[in-house]
């Protein structure tokens, strides 16, 4: 008999800005470990019962090199025993860690696995590892790389997004994450202490509660001039019909540059017996694809559709989404995609936008951040679903148990 | 503490001048309360063109307030501690007018960390002055961005002298490293070349808040301090064993501050102040290291009624291994020495030795070429008892026997003027037996040296039955003018570092015969803190030595009527000399091998006479039996009124035989178990080991008073 992968707990870093950010004082290994700490604390967890450790960091250079899930577990004194590695598929890496730690437990080879992510954006930025695909001129030649905004302008341009369309997203993304951090909505969000047990951070501060379309409208577009330079010629090679790509995204209505960390606590039933701990939620099923990298970001409905039918559901069965708002229009193609004509359910604490998108990790945010939110609604099925660099999406169906 | 004067020229100068009557200007709060107000006129100021920082002390600014870090204890009341402070400097270096630090004294720790905050520093050239951040000494770090400034100022290899191992640099050198950045002659170039930068540097603004700032030699990543931090951990750990974290906790700032911006880096070097300020080792440090050892130098310890001496000239008799040490360190402190010795050609022998010491000092940059010609030519090394007569003290260094000593001190006295001191170099010969050969038993005194006199900071003065009170000062008063630690115990066997510190040998010894494995004690040893393991130190003092004074011990006893116990102790000893011969380092053997071209190591045949046992000891066992029996023995020398000060307890124990500095020496160790905790765990150790280390009475009494050891 197959197992079924149940998550016992998934909990949250809050994300600190990158400029005069409160956690830019922090190491990422440090970061993840007092996070680690804090997760095998609050479960009373015998650390030598983890099969591993999935850390999503997409970055892994510098602070964040040479296995960073490994220096963390080992410096959060967690048990010689426990085995770790650090994975990449991007930005949807904190999920693909929680998909993968399914897996190893459905297969019923591990049966507790901890799956998560960090990202440091303010010391090792995007871009720090200068990879191949931006870097090596042959590739990008090839593959007619461009930059993830310039993706999502095209995205805007082809559905005829506008940038008040954007904006507006943006908005409402700073409302409803403020309103939820005022009505404590964020249950998995644990403050992070210094050394000395001083408080450094216990909420999200990247959200502005005062966004408004006027002010959002003086923001100037962060991808036309490397649009107008050349990169707006690659994207025509591969969108002919396109004459001219709008260029309607900005600071305001992309996701925020922050630091971050997120741990998902995913074990088979037995496990959990055994170190008494309840289930919170099972994961019904999970999908990764692929689309055209050069548009890039269309990956979550796709994704979205495959792990539906997967798991022998349709749209209509799901209660709550979480759509990752890397850019405000991915979230518009998604709900175009799948014919959903509000945002009733979608993104209902608000999103990466308001709070951040701290890469490695977002994954597992909103992984936690869906959960708690079924659970004070008592709602059963939740959805999470992340765009991904090279055109890939990753979705994740849950269900309460 | 600050007085501000503006000229003419619309330069404002502040001066700063503590009303400390030992002419130092010491950081304290009222240096910050000043500083605040002379900042929040001159921002006020629109004329204002430039700021000169001056002092009209014999030191610039020195200290890092310990006594009020001391007295912190709660993580929130550190950090706005060192925010408060933190952000007075961050408002002078803000300024928009330029700002000088024209150093015309030492600048040290908290000092040092000012002279950074500001945009330019000029310092006079001495030969006696010393600048840098020795707060690792201390147990603690610089926190008021000092280690943020160096290290943006002389990038992170050249930091780690000054904030890691604590070193303090000459006019000179400081300007070779950057520390400092200008280098005048005179004072009144002090003064004119600051003006001069304030005129062409009008808007300036420090390096590193300029946009695009980049650390001399990168940050902690790049290609250079990548490999020097790759090594540097291990190395540090190493020399410390983990005992002293404040060493570690500046390393992590180091690094990490260059990873961040100048908000994050200044919280970075808070917070480790905090964690290193709010713990027991930083208090243990600063108890022993700032409080006691000043409370020394003070003379707590000296009779305060008697004026005190300088002393020109010294005699001392037996140019041995004491001897002639001895002679080196007076004439190093400018006091002519009279070296005397049995024949010429003794005296003259040692006086090769004494310059030889000369020699290697002086290529080690200790002491310059005049000053050894200076103090050699002021040494006489004689056969003439007459050449007594010019002395004010005199030493006697003989070989460690009473007879001799007795003989030696009757036939010279009939040399010395009345007025001279007279002291005995000895660690185990009462006093007051050696006293009653003296024709002024008020005059005579103990003055034991630890031996190698050059480089040992201890010195264990001990007062017979009738030495008077102004012999006790005149001894003091020698012992400082050495520049050495003066400690005052009085006349029981043993006094009081030989009787302790044997505790540490014995132990080793004890757990030898248990059939530990060797290695683990030496180990557990020196993990404690120790320089050495247990038989490392056996083997030093000569296991043939350790035999004579348990014959010696013996003898004494009797006379005494008490019985003389046997241990462990003799049964090693017999092992070791009787049996095999092994009589220590000296001789290439002892517990050790000595081979000629490497390095020592245990005897292998060990195990064949000390056989291993099956059973197993912890180290922290180890480890609290060396701290245990050694705390109880000095429990028991204060109830027996060797010695009454904690200082000189403490002192003593670290600079005698190197008790650990991070447990703050033996009774501060006390202290930190708590007294309580120390009584539990003592009768724990009393069941399983033995009556040695039954807690003494007076803990119990002190707990019942709340007391600790001060």
């Given at each position: 008999?197959?197992?079924?992968?149940?998550i016992?707990?998934?909990?949250?870093?809050p994300?600190?800005?990158?400029?005069?950010?409160?956690?830019?004082?922090?190491?990422?290994?440090?970061?993840?470990?007092?996070?680690?700490?804090?997760?095998?604390?609050?479960?009373?967890?015998?650390?030598?019962?983890?099969?591993?450790?999935i850390?999503?960091?997409?970055m892994?250079?510098?602070?964040?090199?040479?296995?960073?899930?490994?220096?963390?577990?080992?410096?959060?004194?967690?048990?010689?025993?426990?085995?770790?590695?650090q994975?990449?598929?991007?930005?949807?890496?904190?999920?693909?860690?929680?998909?993968?730690?399914?897996?190893?437990?459905?297969?019923?080879?591990?049966n507790?696995?901890?799956?998560?992510?960090?990202?440091?954006?303010?010391?090792?930025?995007?871009?720090?590892?200068?990879?191949?695909?931006?870097?090596?001129?042959?590739?990008?030649?090839?593959?007619?790389?461009v930059?993830?905004?310039?993706?999502?302008?095209?995205?805007?341009?082809?559905?005829s997004?506008?940038?008040?369309?954007?904006?507006?997203?943006?908005?409402?993304?700073?409302?409803?994450?403020?309103?939820?951090?005022?009505?404590?909505?964020?249950?998995?969000?644990l403050?992070?202490?210094?050394?000395?047990?001083?408080?450094?951070l216990?909420?999200?501060?990247?959200?502005?509660?005062?966004?408004?379309?006027?002010?959002?409208?003086?923001?100037?577009?962060s991808?036309?001039?490397?649009?107008?330079?050349?990169?707006?010629?690659?994207?025509?090679?591969?969108?002919?019909?396109?004459?001219?790509?709008?260029?309607?995204?900005?600071?305001?209505?992309?996701?925020?540059?922050?630091?971050?960390a997120?741990?998902?606590?995913?074990?088979?039933?037995?496990?959990?017996?055994?170190?008494?701990?309840?289930?919170?939620?099972?994961?019904?099923?999970?999908?990764?694809?692929?689309?055209?990298?050069?548009?890039?970001?269309?990956?979550?409905?796709?994704?979205?559709i495959?792990?539906?039918?997967?798991?022998?559901?349709?749209?209509?069965?799901?209660d709550?989404?979480?759509?990752?708002?890397?850019?405000a229009?991915?979230?518009?193609?998604?709900m175009?995609?799948?014919?959903?004509?509000?945002?009733?359910?979608?993104?209902?604490n608000?999103?990466?936008?308001?709070?951040?998108?701290?890469?490695?990790?977002?994954?597992?945010?909103?992984?936690?951040?869906?959960?708690?939110?079924?659970?004070?609604?008592?709602?059963?099925?939740?959805?999470?679903?992340l765009?991904?660099?090279?055109?890939?999406?990753?979705?994740?169906?849950?269900?309460?148990? | 503490?600050?007085?501000?004067?503006?000229d003419?020229?619309?330069?404002?100068?502040?001066?700063?001048?503590?009303?400390?009557?030992?002419?130092?200007?010491?950081?304290?709060?009222?240096?910050?309360?000043?500083?605040?107000?002379?900042?929040?006129t001159?921002?006020?100021?629109?004329?204002?063109?430039?700021?000169i920082?001056?002092?009209?002390?014999?030191?610039?600014?020195?200290?890092?307030?310990?006594?009020?870090?001391?007295?912190?204890?709660?993580?929130?009341?550190?950090?706005?501690?060192?925010?408060?402070?933190k952000?007075?400097?961050?408002?002078?270096?803000?300024?928009?007018?330029?700002?000088?630090?024209?150093?015309?004294?030492?600048?040290?720790?908290?000092?040092?960390?000012?002279v950074?905050?500001?945009?330019?520093?000029?310092?006079k050239?001495?030969?006696?002055?010393?600048?840098?951040?020795?707060?690792?000494?201390?147990?603690?770090?610089?926190?008021?961005?000092?280690?943020?400034r160096?290290?943006?100022?002389?990038?992170?290899?050249?930091?780690?002298?000054?904030?890691?191992?604590?070193?303090?640099?000459?006019?000179?050198?400081?300007?070779?490293?950057?520390?400092?950045?200008?280098?005048?002659?005179?004072e009144?170039?002090?003064?004119?070349?600051?003006?001069?930068?304030?005129?062409?540097?009008?808007?300036?603004?420090?390096?590193?808040?300029?946009?695009?700032?980049?650390?001399?030699?990168?940050?902690?990543?790049s290609?250079?301090?990548?490999?020097?931090?790759?090594?540097?951990p291990?190395q540090?750990?190493?020399?410390?064993?983990g005992?002293?974290?404040?060493?570690?906790?500046?390393?992590?700032?180091?690094?990490?501050?260059?990873?961040?911006?100048?908000?994050?880096?200044?919280k970075?070097?808070?917070?480790?102040?905090?964690?290193?300020?709010?713990?027991?080792?930083?208090?243990?440090?600063?108890?022993?290291?700032?409080?006691?050892?000043?409370d020394?130098?003070?003379?707590?310890?000296?009779?305060?009624?008697?004026?005190?001496?300088?002393?020109?000239?010294?005699?001392?008799i037996?140019?041995?291994?004491?001897?002639?040490?001895?002679?080196?360190?007076?004439?190093?402190?400018?006091?002519?020495?009279?070296?005397i010795?049995?024949?010429?050609?003794?005296?003259?022998l040692?006086?090769?030795?004494?310059?030889?010491?000369?020699?290697?000092?002086?290529?080690?940059?200790?002491?310059?070429?005049?000053?050894?010609?200076?103090?050699?030519?002021?040494?006489?090394?004689t056969?003439?008892?007459?050449r007594?007569?010019?002395?004010?003290?005199?030493?006697?260094?003989?070989?460690?026997?009473?007879?001799?000593?007795?003989?030696?001190?009757?036939?010279?006295?009939?040399f010395?003027?009345?007025?001279?001191?007279?002291?005995?170099?000895?660690s185990?010969?009462?006093?007051?037996?050696?006293?009653?050969?003296?024709?002024?038993?008020?005059?005579?005194?103990?003055?034991?040296?630890?031996?190698?006199?050059?480089?040992?900071?201890?010195v264990?003065?001990?007062?017979?039955?009738?030495?008077?009170?102004?012999?006790?000062?005149?001894?003091?008063?020698?012992?400082?003018?050495?520049?050495?630690?003066?400690i005052?115990?009085?006349?029981?066997?043993?006094?009081?570092?030989?009787?302790?510190?044997?505790?540490?040998?014995?132990?080793?010894?004890?757990?030898?015969?248990?059939?530990?494995?060797?290695?683990?004690?030496?180990f557990?040893?020196?993990?404690?803190?120790?320089?050495?393991?247990?038989?490392?130190?056996?083997?030093?003092?000569?296991?043939?030595?350790?035999?004579?004074?348990?014959?010696?011990?013996?003898?004494?006893?009797?006379?005494?009527?008490?019985?003389?116990?046997?241990?462990?102790?003799d049964?090693?000893?017999?092992?070791?000399?009787?049996?095999?011969?092994?009589?220590?380092?000296?001789?290439?053997?002892?517990?050790?091998?000595?081979?000629?071209?490497?390095?020592?190591?245990?005897?292998?045949?060990l195990?064949n006479?000390?056989?291993?046992?099956?059973?197993?000891?912890?180290?922290?066992?180890?480890?609290?039996?060396?701290?245990?029996?050694?705390?109880?023995?000095?429990v028991?020398?204060?109830?027996?009124?060797?010695?009454?000060?904690?200082?000189?307890?403490?002192?003593?124990?670290?600079?005698?035989?190197?008790?650990?500095?991070?447990?703050?020496?033996?009774?501060?160790?006390?202290?930190?178990?708590?007294?309580?905790?120390?009584?539990?765990?003592?009768?724990?150790?009393?069941?399983?080991?033995?009556e040695?280390?039954?807690?003494?009475?007076?803990?119990?009494?002190?707990?019942?008073k709340?007391?600790?050891?001060k």
């Amino acid at each position: 008999m197959t197992e079924l992968a149940y998550i016992y707990d998934s909990i949250r870093t809050p994300r600190g800005k990158r400029k005069q950010g409160a956690l830019n004082e922090i190491t990422p290994t440090d970061l993840l470990s007092k996070l680690m700490v804090q997760l095998s604390n609050r479960n009373n967890l015998d650390t030598s019962k983890i099969d591993d450790v999935i850390i999503g960091c997409v970055m892994p250079v510098r602070e964040q090199g040479a296995n960073i899930g490994k220096t963390a577990a080992q410096y959060a004194g967690w048990n010689v025993d426990v085995p770790a590695m650090q994975i990449s598929r991007c930005c949807g890496s904190g999920l693909e860690a929680i998909n993968l730690a399914a897996t190893k437990i459905k297969s019923g080879f591990e049966n507790l696995v901890v799956a998560g992510g960090i990202e440091s954006m303010s010391r090792v930025p995007m871009g720090a590892d200068i990879g191949s695909m931006a870097y090596e001129t042959k590739i990008s030649l090839n593959n007619h790389y461009v930059p993830q905004g310039i993706g999502a302008d095209l995205i805007a341009t082809v559905n005829s997004f506008s940038r008040k369309d954007l904006d507006a997203l943006a908005v409402q993304s700073h409302k409803r994450a403020f309103n939820a951090q005022q009505n404590k909505r964020f249950k998995s969000l644990l403050p992070v202490y210094d050394q000395n047990g001083l408080l450094i951070l216990e909420k999200d501060e990247h959200i502005r509660p005062e966004s408004n379309l006027i002010d959002l409208s003086k923001l100037k577009p962060s991808f036309e001039d490397l649009g107008s330079m050349g990169f707006d010629s690659f994207a025509q090679e591969v969108y002919p019909e396109i004459e001219q790509i709008e260029h309607l995204h900005t600071a305001g209505n992309s996701s925020g540059i922050v630091d971050g960390a997120s741990l998902t606590l995913l074990g088979s039933k037995e496990m959990g017996e055994q170190i008494g701990l309840k289930p919170r939620a099972r994961i019904l099923s999970f999908a990764t694809c692929s689309t055209d990298p050069t548009i890039m970001l269309t990956g979550p409905a796709p994704a979205t559709i495959k792990s539906l039918k997967r798991a022998s559901m349709t749209i209509k069965d799901i209660d709550l989404f979480e759509v990752n708002e890397a850019f405000a229009s991915v979230v518009l193609r998604f709900m175009k995609d799948l014919k959903l004509s509000n945002m009733n359910n979608i993104n209902v604490n608000g999103g990466s936008i308001a709070m951040g998108h701290p890469l490695g990790a977002t994954g597992s945010i909103l992984l936690g951040t869906l959960l708690d939110e079924l659970e004070l609604r008592d709602l059963s099925t939740g959805l999470v679903t992340l765009c991904v660099a090279g055109g890939m999406g990753i979705a994740t169906v849950i269900e309460r148990v | 503490m600050i007085i501000y004067q503006k000229d003419a020229q619309n330069i404002v100068t502040l001066t700063i001048d503590g009303s400390d009557e030992h002419q130092f200007n010491a950081v304290c709060e009222d240096f910050f309360v000043d500083l605040n107000l002379h900042l929040n006129t001159i921002k006020k100021d629109k004329s204002a063109k430039g700021v000169i920082l001056t002092s009209k002390r014999r030191s610039f600014l020195t200290g890092s307030d310990l006594d009020t870090i001391y007295k912190i204890n709660e993580a929130q009341e550190a950090f706005d501690f060192v925010e408060r402070r933190k952000k007075v400097l961050r408002k002078l270096e803000n300024l928009t007018i330029p700002v000088v630090a024209t150093i015309n004294g030492d600048a040290t720790g908290s000092g040092m960390e000012v002279v950074l905050a500001c945009h330019h520093s000029i310092v006079k050239s001495s030969k006696e002055h010393k600048y840098g951040l020795p707060e690792v000494n201390f147990g603690v770090l610089p926190a008021l961005g000092g280690i943020v400034r160096l290290t943006r100022k002389i990038g992170i290899d050249k930091s780690l002298r000054f904030l890691i191992e604590g070193v303090l640099v000459g006019a000179k050198e400081s300007i070779e490293c950057g520390l400092i950045d200008e280098l005048v002659e005179t004072e009144k170039e002090l003064m004119t070349n600051a003006i001069k930068w304030i005129d062409v540097n009008q808007n300036y603004t420090q390096p590193w808040n300029r946009k695009n700032f980049q650390l001399p030699d990168g940050d902690a990543f790049s290609k250079m301090n990548a490999q020097i931090l790759h090594n540097y951990p291990s190395q540090l750990r190493k020399k410390t064993r983990g005992n002293y974290p404040a060493a570690e906790k500046i390393l992590n700032v180091v690094t990490e501050s260059t990873l961040v911006d100048l908000a994050a880096a200044s919280k970075i070097e808070s917070r480790a102040f905090v964690e290193i300020i709010t713990s027991s080792v930083s208090k243990n440090i600063i108890t022993a290291q700032w409080f006691q050892k000043n409370d020394i130098n003070a003379g707590l310890s000296r009779p305060s009624e008697i004026n005190k001496t300088k002393f020109s000239k010294i005699g001392i008799i037996g140019s041995g291994l004491m001897g002639h040490g001895i002679g080196y360190v007076s004439a190093l402190s400018g006091i002519s020495v009279v070296l005397i010795d049995l024949d010429q050609k003794k005296a003259n022998l040692a006086l090769d030795k004494i310059q030889k010491l000369f020699y290697d000092a002086e290529q080690k940059k200790q002491v310059q070429p005049y000053q050894s010609k200076r103090a050699i030519s002021s040494i006489q090394a004689t056969d003439d008892l007459h050449r007594l007569n010019e002395c004010d003290l005199i030493v006697e260094a003989v070989f460690e026997d009473i007879s001799l000593k007795e003989k030696v001190i009757e036939r010279s006295e009939e040399f010395i003027n009345g007025k001279a001191v007279f002291a005995s170099n000895t660690s185990t010969i009462p006093i007051t037996r050696l006293s009653k050969k003296s024709r002024d038993p008020e005059k005579f005194i103990g003055i034991h040296f630890f031996s190698p006199v050059n480089k040992m900071q201890l010195v264990e003065i001990i007062k017979g039955e009738k030495t008077s009170s102004e012999t006790l000062a005149k001894a003091f008063d020698y012992v400082l003018q050495l520049n050495k630690i003066p400690i005052v115990v009085n006349d029981k066997r043993g006094f009081y570092t030989s009787r302790v510190f044997e505790r540490y040998v014995k132990e080793g010894f004890s757990l030898l015969m248990e059939g530990v494995n060797p290695q683990n004690i030496e180990f557990a040893g020196m993990q404690a803190g120790f320089p050495v393991g247990p038989l490392s130190v056996a083997d030093e003092i000569g296991i043939s030595l350790l035999n004579s004074i348990r014959i010696q011990e013996k003898v004494h006893l009797e006379t005494e009527g008490k019985q003389y116990l046997k241990g462990p102790w003799d049964d090693v000893i017999d092992i070791m000399i009787k049996k095999l011969n092994r009589t220590g380092r000296v001789s290439r053997s002892g517990f050790y091998d000595y081979p000629k071209d490497s390095k020592k190591k245990l005897w292998p045949g060990l195990m064949n006479h000390f056989p291993l046992s099956t059973a197993s000891i912890t180290q922290n066992e180890m480890m609290d039996r060396f701290y245990f029996s050694q705390a109880i023995e000095a429990v028991k020398c204060f109830e027996e009124g060797v010695l009454s000060s904690v200082a000189d307890a403490n002192i003593g124990s670290i600079y005698g035989w190197g008790f650990p500095i991070f447990k703050g020496g033996v009774f501060q160790f006390i202290n930190d178990c708590g007294l309580n905790a120390f009584k539990v765990r003592a009768r724990e150790l009393s069941d399983k080991y033995g009556e040695r280390f039954v807690p003494p009475n007076s803990i119990e009494s002190m707990i019942k008073k709340d007391q600790i050891f001060k």
